[in-house]
């Protein structure tokens, strides 16, 4: 079984700041990781993934994130964040089959 | 390129009714389909997920169903609504059982009273 934690449930920071939302995952199997954004009532947009390869996966509107095996996380990063960027986040690993954690409100303060 | 369509957008029912819920997907062939329901505040729940026509998986024992009766298009019903069915419903599209990246529509908010 898998399993995805969001050690935050609301992160506030203000505009221009660097953001940092935190990961952790479990599986028994190889994952796949990935990061999705939610715009208030609408779908859920990719950000960014990590199949294989290089540990520092870029995405898309300038975010970031690293996959660390030893320490089960795959945390995301902006070094400096807009106000458009205030909207939820969900991490996600893929086993069997796509298990989420339960999202992080960022909130871009002006 | 893909897309992948919901509808309708909003939806207010009353308890006991029936409930119709339409997902299509254009720009491929033969993707796997998903439903997810998200309740407020809580992340995304695996409703079901289909990989061909009248082939359906059902993740959780509850009040819906669902059914593919064309290769891009995915219907999520109930023959009576609950109040707990209330929440935001989003369907989504991979390129096959084992590919590892899915796609969502943008979702269809339903509220029942």
């Known amino acids: 079984a898998q399993s995805v934690t969001q050690l935050d449930s609301q992160v506030p920071v203000f505009e221009e700041a660097p953001v940092e939302l935190r990961c952790n995952y479990s599986s028994s199997v190889s994952v796949y990781l990935f990061w999705y954004v939610q715009y208030p009532n609408q779908g859920l947009q990719l950000l960014l993934k990590?199949?294989?390869?290089?540990?520092l996966v870029k995405g898309i509107n300038g975010f970031e994130a690293e996959f660390n095996k030893s320490q089960t996380s795959f945390h995301l990063r902006k070094p400096s964040v807009h106000i458009s960027d205030t909207a939820e986040y969900f991490c996600a690993v893929r086993g069997r089959q796509l298990t989420f954690g339960s999202g992080t409100q960022l909130t871009v303060l002006p | 390129s893909q897309t992948i369509h919901q509808w309708p957008a909003t939806l207010v029912q009353p308890v006991g009714s029936p409930l119709s819920l339409e997902c299509t997907v254009e720009?491929?062939?033969?993707?796997?389909l998903y439903w997810y329901r998200q309740a407020a505040g809580r992340g995304l729940q695996l409703l079901f997920y289909s990989v061909g026509i009248g082939q359906i998986s059902s993740e959780v024992p509850q009040n819906l169903s669902a059914s593919r009766p064309q290769d891009r298009q995915f219907i999520l019903s109930s023959k009576k609504l609950l109040l707990s069915d209330s929440g935001f419903y989003l369907c989504?599209?991979?390129?096959?059982?084992?590919?590892?990246?899915?796609?969502f529509g943008p979702g269809t908010r339903l509220l029942v009273l």
């Open positions: 720009g491929t062939s033969n993707p796997n």
């Open positions: 989504a599209w991979s390129g096959g059982l084992y590919q590892e990246t899915q796609y």
């Open positions: 990590y199949l294989s390869g290089s540990t």
